[in-house]
Structure formats: C-alpha cells, structure tokens
C-alpha cells in the first residue's frame, strides 16, 4: 500500500507557472505507475498526464501537452507536475494517483488508480 500527498498548488495569474509535488509513502514507488488528473467545480474528475515506473516515459492530454511536464525521482518516492502557461481553464484541485497493476499503459482513467492523493488547489486568475 502506498499513501500519496500532494502539495505546491496555490493561486497563480494567467501565463505563471506552479509546479506540484507528489510524496508517497513506502519503499516501492519505482513499481508504480503515476498519474495526475484533475478535478474543475462541477465537472468530472479528468486525466491530465501519466509517468511510467522507471524510464520516465510519460503521456500528456492534448489541453496540457507542451505546457505540462511529469517527472518522478523514485530515490526521493516523489512525483512532479510541472504546470507552465497556466490558464484559468486548468483551475481545478489536482490529484496524484498510483497503480501497480501489471501493464504500460500510460493513458490512464480514474478506474485505472488504486492509490490517491487529496489533492491539491490550483487557481488561475484571469
């Protein structure tokens, strides 16, 4: 089992950056794939990016692609959401996410995630 918190979200004008962290608890976070996904006022929660276990491959919806970057340092059991070119579309409390399902896969759905942070607040002001 692992336990996941995020942190690093605030409030950030349009264009500004933030970047958020992901710690997890135990000694097997290089096992688990990560991903982030987000949830706006109202909506449904929804896929942001994903990192795969060790050779940091990563996938990126098209709203965020080149904007957004996903990292991990499994030394430090600890994931990153780099969040560049911020607009108030991306308001929404993040989450971090695990799973250690067997699998590659990097498109990742809430079903997917076994483990979840709770979140973390982004704000864009326009």
């Known amino acids: 089992q692992v336990q996941l918190v995020e942190s690093g979200g605030g409030l950030v004008q349009t264009g500004g950056s933030l970047r958020l962290s992901c710690a997890a608890s135990g000694r097997t976070f290089s096992s688990y794939r990560m991903g982030w996904f987000r949830q706006a006022p109202g909506k449904e929660r929804e896929f942001v990016g994903s990192?795969?276990?060790?050779?940091?491959?990563?996938y990126y919806v098209d709203s965020v692609r080149g904007r957004f970057t996903i990292s991990r340092d499994n030394a430090k059991n600890t994931a990153y959401l780099q969040m560049n070119t911020l607009k108030p579309e991306d308001t929404a409390v993040y989450y971090c996410a695990a799973t250690a399902l067997i699998g590659d896969n990097l498109v990742l759905h809430p079903d997917d995630m076994e483990y979840w942070g709770k979140g973390t607040l982004v704000t864009v002001s326009s």
């Open positions: 990192i795969a276990r060790r050779y940091s491959s990563t």
